[in-house]
């Protein structure tokens, strides 16, 4: 089971930028399915972005559309999240979740994903 740190997360301005790493060891994140999930307290976990394991679709939740984007760099076993115009609601802690067995239907579903993250808390104020 691949083991995932996440980086790069910190306290940025409304309509600022960040980007995340999501580093893979102990296995390949080239065959699995790689998600970006978010917790704010008080709400549930939600679903920002990633890529089926084929790399075949990418998804973005409605509310990031057009601000994130996901990447990966297979040589370095790492996933990216450029965040940018970023605004309040997006203080959150941030998970990257990895799967070989995730299935397209279930891409946006954390209970699919085996590995995760400890997370890194992005705060996004003024």
């Known amino acids: 089971q691949v083991q995932l740190v996440e980086s790069g997360g910190g306290l940025v301005q409304p309509g600022g930028s960040l980007r995340l790493s999501c580093l893979a060891s102990?296995?390949?994140?080239?065959?699995?399915?790689v998600a970006w999930f978010r917790q704010s307290p008080g709400k549930e976990r939600e679903y920002v972005a990633g890529?089926?394991?084929?790399?075949?679709?990418?998804y973005y939740a409605d509310s990031v559309k057009g601000r994130f984007t996901v990447s990966r760099d297979n040589a370095k076993n790492t996933v990216y999240l450029q965040m940018n115009s970023l605004k309040p609601e997006d203080t959150a802690v941030y998970y990257c979740?990895?799967?070989?067995?995730?299935?397209?239907?279930?891409?946006?579903?954390?209970?699919?994903?085996?590995?995760w993250g400890q997370g890194t808390q992005v705060t996004v104020s003024s």
């Open positions: 979740a990895a799967g070989q067995g995730v299935i397209t239907s279930s891409l946006r579903i954390g209970a699919a994903y085996a590995s």
């Open positions: 102990g296995g390949t994140l080239r065959s699995s399915a």
């Open positions: 890529f089926s394991r084929t790399g075949g679709y990418t």
